[in-house]
């Protein structure tokens, strides 16, 4: 309402906005070129049988009745994916929130060196690789060592090779690592609060600390959940990296194979970039559906 | 000198002696203080394991029980590692080469880049801007593995694969960097201030360069930290490289790393190597980045 006051108020002409969009220029390009044209073209090219080699042929839903229908691999890298962005994804998302809860208690030297810690594996990026000598199949590696000594098993487990573990065990590494610019943006806004509030509420008659966190709390942290949200789901449903150092590419029986690893699969390996374009939207749709749903249930908290 | 403390010793006592906030059983404390212990032991168990492995001597590193700790610390698997790179088919330098002058241009590249669709997007009264805007911010979904892939294509199309360009120029369109700068613009530049400088007929650029990029300073350190952390991590993982001759540090390093069994002490040196820059800048910047992401909420 103030705006259109002074708007009146003053009467000055629009200033021009010519500079504006020459600064926004450079960005753009790049941003339409490897971003918004890759997306757009992928949804075209899904719908041919695109091979960067002869002319492509519209086929129509092939792609997608193939993919869903006819191709095992990719049923089970939908699944795989599924699985581990619905554990890895709300799990990292709330234990970041509850790190971040707990350490903003704590005394400034001692919440640095936690915030580092916890970072740290979404900041170094490539340290991941020590999980597979913790959990090397000999008997000299730390994790067999460590259940030998304890006397739960008696011979060294196969981590990696052997269906039964590695799912949990690359499951438990991506957990490990999805502490990352959305933990660093719960830990601000927890330092950002407005003190005000709690004080206010804690007159009210606040009764427990669990009300304090959901009557002033999260109505206050809103925007940061929603931000947290999106990082997970963005690296929730990227997982493939992880997999394919960890326990090969393709995996055992593709134990850990994800949508990730099927679409670069297709497309750098047997350059069918048609039939990978349809993996792509698909991701890119699930992707896009997850973030409606939890934009819808987080807006719910913050108004 | 104030005495160090584990908890924050007064909690929230707004101009009165007593603290209003609601506090914890000494029980609850202690679970807190247990959670947080087994929390920090699980996501530090990967480095310090590395570290400890990265100075044991050949002998225990193949000591049978093996033994966590380490006896006789050594860099002899550092030394390793260097001799190692000394011995490539493509002199070391050139990785190094590449690594520096990769992230190095694109970082300040997309520095400016952002810094200027950043203002642009928070200041700007344009038509269609908030629905660039509101893409943008979409798009921090898709991480660049994501995208890798179905950019392929264009990146082919554009005659770069195997070239320095697909290296340099797909981290441009990144929008990390673009959303926390716009953010920081909308909440810390006051259009008051702005207006004032447009009557005192300073051009926009001038705004830009003498108003904006200095009241922006944490969002612009934290670009370059976010940036030089995924190109610095993403290195070796690109799909558009081919040749040895463009492959960088990282890669070379996972490569003498792999080496098979005799070279685990090298490979946890890698590790330790490798990790040591991403550390360093962000340990250097962690309050700017801190003051940042208080910016980052969305709505």
Not at chain 1, 169 to 189: D, H, N, P, Q
Not at chain 2, 33 to 51: N, R, T
Not at chain 2, 71 to 95: D, H
Not at chain 2, 268 to 274: D, E, L, Q
Request: aromatic share 14%; hydrophobic share 50%.
């Amino acid at each position: 309402m103030s705006k259109e006051n002074t708007a009146i108020k003053k009467r000055r002409p629009l200033t021009n906005q010519r500079p504006f969009l020459v600064l926004l220029a450079p960005y753009l390009l790049f941003f339409f070129v490897f971003t918004i044209l890759p997306v757009l073209s992928s949804i075209v090219l899904s719908f041919t049988d695109f091979n960067m080699v002869t002319i492509n042929n519209f086929v129509g839903f092939d792609n997608y009745i193939r993919l869903f229908l006819e191709d095992d691999i990719f049923t089970i890298a939908l699944k795989n994916t599924l699985i581990y962005a619905l554990v890895s994804g709300p799990v990292g998302f709330i234990l970041s929130f509850v790190i971040a809860w707990f350490i903003n208690e704590l005394s400034r030297a001692v919440r640095t060196v936690v915030t580092f810690i916890v970072y740290s594996p979404a900041l170094t990026g490539n340290v991941f690789v020590i999980w597979t000598y913790i959990f090397s199949s000999d008997s000299r590696g730390f994790a067999n060592d460590f259940l030998m000594k304890l006397g739960i098993v008696s011979d060294p487990i196969e981590w990696l090779s052997n269906t039964d573990y590695s799912f949990g065990i690359v499951m438990l590494v991506i957990i490990w690592m999805s502490f990352g610019t959305g933990f660093l943006s719960f830990c601000a806004g927890f330092k950002s609060l407005d003190r005000t509030y709690f004080e206010a509420a804690a007159i009210d008659g606040l009764k427990n600390r669990w009300q304090e966190l959901y009557y002033v709390t999260f109505p206050q942290m809103g925007p940061q959940l929603l931000f947290g949200a999106v990082m997970s789901i963005s690296s929730a449903f990227a997982v493939g990296n992880v997999n394919q150092v960890l326990t090969g590419n393709p995996s055992t029986n593709y134990s850990t194979h994800t949508i990730l690893l099927h679409m670069t699969d297709y497309a750098t390996v047997r350059f069918e970039m048609g039939y990978a374009s349809a993996i792509a939207v698909v991701l890119f749709g699930m992707m896009l559906l997850f973030y409606v749903v939890v934009h819808k249930v987080l807006s719910k908290f913050s108004d | 000198m104030e005495k160090m403390s584990f908890w924050r010793r007064v909690r929230f006592n707004h101009n009165s002696k007593k603290t209003v906030l609601l506090s914890r059983s000494k029980a609850g404390n202690f679970g807190v203080f247990l959670f947080l212990l087994l929390i920090c032991a699980f996501m530090a168990l990967p480095m310090v394991y590395s570290i400890i492995q990265s100075l044991k001597p050949i002998d225990e590193i193949f000591l049978y029980p093996p033994r966590f700790y380490v006896k006789n610390p050594t860099f002899e698997n550092f030394v390793q590692v260097i001799g190692l790179a000394a011995s490539l088919w493509v002199p070391f330098t050139r990785y190094l080469f590449n690594s520096l002058f990769i992230t190095i241009v694109t970082t300040a590249v997309y520095l400016i880049i952002a810094a200027m669709a950043g203002y642009s997007l928070a200041k700007g009264k344009f038509r269609g801007r908030e629905a660039i805007a509101q893409t943008v911010t979409l798009t921090l979904l898709f991480r660049a593995e994501v995208t890798a892939i179905p950019a392929y294509f264009i990146v082919a199309k554009l005659g770069m694969i195997d070239t320095y360009w697909a290296l340099l120029l797909p981290p441009l369109a990144g929008s990390l960097g673009v959303f926390l700068i716009r953010q920081t613009v909308t909440v810390s530049i006051p259009d008051e201030t702005l207006e004032a400088a447009r009557i005192d007929g300073a051009s926009e650029y001038r705004i830009f360069s003498k108003i904006v990029i200095p009241g922006i300073k944490p969002a612009l350190l934290t670009t370059i930290i976010f940036t030089f952390q995924s190109m610095w991590n993403s290195a070796g993982t690109s799909q558009y490289i081919f040749s040895e001759a463009l492959k960088e540090l990282p890669t070379v390093l996972s490569t003498i790393a792999a080496g098979g069994i005799a070279r685990q002490g090298a490979a946890s040196a890698v590790s330790v190597i490798v990790m040591i820059p991403p550390i360093i800048v962000f340990l250097i910047s962690q309050s700017s980045v801190m003051e940042t992401m208080s910016h980052s909420g969305m709505k």
